[in-house]
């Protein structure tokens, strides 16, 4: 941090930078007092000296906005790192700060207002083809009142400087509008219509979590869990397989080799929908653990500020942040050297409200067009030891609408994914009636129960009912709720599938069940689960699939002898 | 040019503060006591207030003590000439060798973009079945031991060293038992990698300060041995001294401790060093293994905790074994696909039922009867223990999956292993 002696005005969050050693240095302005800005350096502070000069902007921290960013990887501030390393070599240089967009590409842009019609701030008027999508070039979103078209260019092709309309405001004063423009990352974009409760089922391909604790679009969900549980796998898996139209990964504060995977990954994966490569409808920002950190402050907004760009063209847009503990770790760092009073465990007394409001920033919309566009967020914590009774899992829990705690109990015996199938919850509707999840849950937690029960009084102190239930639940959970993501089957399973498999588990679960003592009824769960195992590697509907499924049901048939008392109703 | 100040106003700990102007952040200074020079660097600028941090210790500086600063950060003499020599923890010699000072690098260098990193693919072979068949070791990984003081951790260490394939190693000692460094000596040296060794070692009698260069003064020479194309080893024990010298710091400069004292960027710092490990495109690689003690015990401690988030996974070392619970290497699935088709079903499998015969080691621990499946669960236990778990066991990769199908087949039938069918088929030896 660095303390600016300054005349004239200096405004919160603006940007300014540091003259020292031949380099400019970017900078923030997080505390005024008097003619003292206190600012912290997006940059290593080695070489910095009392005198250095410091240019103020006037402009506040802000995300380009335009056709481009898909495909992109970025730091935290918007710095294209493929570019800079075309610059720059294998390290990241201070003070070199590159435009976040392509300028010289030349892009076909279609109007879709003619001179004279009335606009307001976040309203198309016209749109160019951003791969799959037609990227909406909307009234810039900071531009008030109700505009007037004055001029707008004939349908050709524009590179994302050139104007391309004229909209005069109602004080008569004009604008020129090109295709990109500016939006500061910490404001949250509100040019929508209203706001929906989030309803439908955002579709992850991930058993446990449509069926059991679903995510909505236009919802949140964090993902807490101690080091090596799982959070970053499922994230990767999840930014695969989501039914979303963008996904945006911000890597924050974690591992540099993560992220190397997805930018490898990505351009070589097809999107099983539209055909084209996974990194076509995916942006990276990344601000990796040992990159500056009041950079990596920022990344999660700059990551928000892009999500809502395209929810205003009326998209489905997923963020996942990794980790989100280090984002409020890094406000930490900043508050210690502001010397401001710290609250618990040293976070600032001001966590939980920012962390509320980063989540506020999600949300389904219906836009002034009257379309439908979401933003959904989805955020790994890293609790200290592991230990979810910490500030920021406390006040993350507070504001999601669906928790997926990881369990390193789990994770250590590898069931993955390792969701606590129990203690997880969420608020929104999966793709499976809730009467049979209910059912489900209940096979689960009773199996749990008994499984505690046996750890005090034995196997042999357990009656063949309970023990039954205990093995309904092992395989509820063995052949469902956990589910191998290095399998290209297995991987991601489709709505139909999960409901199609689910009720043919649910016959099993629901039977009643003819066995002559414990023995016998473990071989037979272990004879089941085996072909279930078998079954879920296999290509839906294929002949083994059906073969196996056949297999499945006569091993039921021979066993079952009616339905259990505490399946009523099924 | 060099400035010289002859009044240090304040000396608490190992940071003395001076008057003086023009001095830049992070720049070095040396402090001459009257037990001699101590190298020091500028941790904080105040208008003309400049606080340092000794890298000797305040111990024995005195108030008249000259100051002169040097202009310039830290840098370290990085050429093939180091190869071979001993450093401590400043990069001066302990071996008795001439001073180097030929093309002096920055230490503490900026990060590399992780657009020229590149998917790491190489596994390191070590003949350990903990970790080639469970946990691969993989070029370009950073993975630290972690383990209580009076395990073999740095046995652990040197035996991976002299196995890996790598061209250079760099071994960084922090707080290192003196008969330690006799130890990584005398080992390097039988297994006739000493001339492709740098030592930069700081041992337990060095001021603890001191330390704090290690990390930093290895991975700068690791780096630019890397971009010269070389495969590079380096190995850092113990971090957790290391994270004990920044807490001394933070405290006294009276920082506000976020958990236990250590300061609240202590993941940001253990990750900036860690995070060096990598494989750049067209060119060498940095691998770091590094030694973590847990005092207590107690991998929720801050250092352990920190680094378990920041690392691509740990080696538990405990009772003399690699632990399979808690133990990972986050970098196995880019190699373990490419080895064996049952490599990953074993690797799974055998750990599933470690588990379930732990389960059933507690039962039998509370003296209740033991089920069939118990019993079986209670003789794979031990076999796998025995067979798989112990460090003496030192086997190439495809006999340890052997052995893992072999020690199943003794014990259970097919489906209660709970690998698919294929595998079975194909592997299942039917031992009479
Ligand atoms: N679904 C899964 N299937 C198989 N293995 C998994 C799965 N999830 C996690 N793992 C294993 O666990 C390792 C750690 O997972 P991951 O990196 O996601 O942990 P994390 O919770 O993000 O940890 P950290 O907080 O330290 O970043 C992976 O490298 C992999 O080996
Ligand atoms: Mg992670």
Redesign the pocket.
């Given at each position: 941090m660095v303390s600016v002696e300054f005349t004239g005005e200096a405004t919160m969050n603006e940007v300014c930078y540091i003259h020292s050693g031949g380099k400019r240095l970017k900078s923030e302005i997080i505390r005024i007092n008097g003619n003292v800005a206190d600012i912290q350096v997006f940059e290593m502070t080695t070489g910095i000296g009392v005198g250095d000069d410091v240019e103020f902007t006037g402009e506040l921290l802000s995300v380009q906005l335009g056709p481009g960013l898909l495909g992109q990887v970025y730091d935290g501030l918007q710095n294209p790192l493929p570019k800079l390393a075309e610059e720059c070599g294998f390290f990241l240089d201070r003070g070199v700060y590159l435009s976040a967009l392509n300028e010289t590409k030349v892009w076909e842009f279609t109007p879709s207002v003619e001179a004279g019609a009335k606009v307001e701030a976040g309203d198309q008027i016209g749109f160019v083809k951003e791969g799959i999508f037609n990227h909406w070039i909307m009234v810039p979103f900071q531009l008030g009142g109700v505009l007037t078209v004055k001029r707008i260019v004939a349908a050709g092709g524009y590179t994302v400087n050139d104007t391309v309309a004229e909209v005069e405001d109602e004080k008569g004063d004009l604008h020129p509008l090109t295709m990109v423009f500016n939006w500061p990352v910490k404001r949250a974009v509100k040019c929508y219509a209203e706001r929906l409760k989030p309803s439908e089922t955002l579709i992850t391909k991930l058993r446990i979590i449509d069926t059991f604790i679903p995510v909505a679009k236009g919802g949140t969900y964090c993902i807490p869990?101690p080091?090596?549980?799982?959070?970053?796998?499922?994230q990767q898996v999840t930014s695969k397989n989501a039914e979303v139209d963008i996904v945006i990964i911000a890597a924050c504060g974690?591992r540099a080799g993560e992220v190397v995977e997805t930018i490898k990954e990505f351009p070589e994966l097809l999107d099983p929908k539209t055909g084209r490569s996974l990194m076509e409808r995916t942006v990276i920002i990344c601000n990796t653990s040992s990159m500056p950190v009041a950079a990596r402050e920022a990344s999660v907004y700059t990551a928000v500020s892009i999500g809502e760009y395209y929810r205003q063209m009326g998209l489905n847009v997923l963020l996942l942040a990794d980790?989100t503990s280090r984002w409020a770790q890094a406000m930490r760092e900043m508050s210690g050297r502001l010397e401001e009073i710290p609250g618990e465990e040293a976070f600032p007394a001001y966590l939980e409200s920012l962390i509320a409001a980063f989540y506020e920033r999600a949300g389904i919309v219906r836009l002034k067009n009257g379309g439908n566009g979401s933003v959904t967020i989805g955020g790994?914590v890293?609790p200290a030891g592991g230990n979810f009774e910490e500030p920021v899992t406390q006040a993350t829990l507070k504001v999601v609408g669906a928790f997926h705690g990881?369990s390193r109990q789990r994770?250590d015996a590898r069931k993955?994914?390792a969701i606590h199938p129990l203690e997880s919850w969420s608020k929104y509707t999966g793709i499976i009636d809730e009467k049979k999840t209910e059912y489900g849950r209940s096979i689960l937690f009773k199996g749990d129960e008994v499984d505690q029960m046996m750890k005090v009084v034995g196997e042999e102190g357990t009656s063949l009912d309970d023990y039954i239930i205990y093995l309904k639940s092992d395989l509820l959970d063995f052949v469902y709720v956990q589910q191998?993501?290095?399998d290209p089957v297995d991987a991601a399973v489709e709505p139909e599938r999960q409901q199609h498999v689910y009720d043919i588990l649910m016959d099993i679960l629901t039977a009643k069940l003819d066995f002559a003592g414990k023995d016998e009824a473990r071989t037979w769960f272990n004879r089941v689960r085996q072909n279930f195992l078998d079954y879920n590697g296999k290509e839906w509907k294929s002949d083994e699939f059906n073969k196996l499924e056949a297999t499945i049901s006569q091993l039921l048939a021979d066993k079952k002898i009616g339905a259990e008392a505490y399946a009523e109703g099924f | 040019m060099q400035k010289v100040y002859s009044k240090i106003e304040s000396i608490s700990g190992n940071v003395i503060t001076v008057t003086a102007t023009g001095v830049r952040n992070k720049e070095l200074a040396v402090v001459e006591t009257r037990y001699g020079p101590s190298l020091a660097e500028v941790i904080r600028l105040k208008r003309d207030e400049v606080a340092l941090q000794v890298f000797n210790g305040g111990r024995g500086v005195s108030t008249g003590d000259e100051v002169r600063f040097m202009g310039e950060p830290m840098k370290v003499s990085f050429s093939d000439n180091l190869l071979g020599r001993i450093f401590d923890g400043s990069g001066r010699p302990r071996d008795g060798g001439p001073e180097l000072a030929d093309t002096l690098i920055e230490i503490g260098g900026p990060s590399v973009n992780p657009a020229r990193r590149i998917v790491p693919q190489n596994m390191v072979r070590t003949g350990i079945p903990m970790i080639d068949v469970f946990n691969s070791l993989v070029e370009s990984q950073k993975l630290p031991i972690f383990s209580v003081s009076g395990e073999p951790y740095n046995e652990l260490l040197a035996r991976i060293a002299l196995q890996a394939e790598v061209d250079i190693i760099i071994l960084g000692g922090m707080g290192l038992k003196y008969d330690d460094y006799l130890f990584f000596k005398e080992t390097l040296e039988k297994g006739g990698v000493l001339s492709r060794t740098v030592f930069f070692v700081h041992t337990a009698a060095d001021p603890v300060v001191e330390s704090l260069l290690v990390p930093d003064v290895s991975l700068a020479v690791a780096e630019n041995f890397a971009i010269h194309g070389r495969r590079v080893l380096v190995l850092l024990t113990d971090m957790t001294n290391f994270a004990d010298a920044m807490k001394e710091i933070a405290i006294t400069m009276e920082q506000v401790p976020s958990n236990r004292g250590y300061p609240g960027d202590l993941y940001t710092q253990l990750a900036s060093r860690y995070e060096k490990a990598v494989d750049f495109e067209g060119s060498g690689s940095i691998t770091i293994l590094g030694v973590t003690t847990m005092p207590g015990d107690d991998v929720t401690h801050p250092v352990p905790d920190n680094t378990?988030?920041i690392t691509e996974g740990q080696f538990y070392l405990r009772n003399g074994r690699i632990e399979p619970f808690g133990s990972?290497s986050?970098l196995?699935?880019q190699v373990n696909g490419k080895t064996r088709p049952d490599h990953r079903a074993i690797m799974d499998g055998m750990i599933k039922l470690y588990a379930a015969y732990k389960e059933s080691l507690e039962k039998k621990s509370m003296g209740f009867k033991m089920s069939d499946w118990d019993e079986k669960l209670l003789t794979y236990g031990e076999m796998f223990e025995r067979e798989m778990m112990d460090l003496s066991v030192n086997i190439p990769l495809e006999a340890a999956l052997d052995k893992g199908w072999e020690i199943m087949a003794s014990c259970f039938v097919p489906e209660e292993t709970g690998l698919k069918s294929e595998l079975i088929d194909q592997y299942w030896t039917n031992k009479v």
């Open positions: 869990g080091f090596g549980a799982g959070k970053t796998v499922l974690e980790s790994t890293s990881l994770s993955y994914p191998n993501s290095f | 378990g988030y990972l986050r196995k699935q």
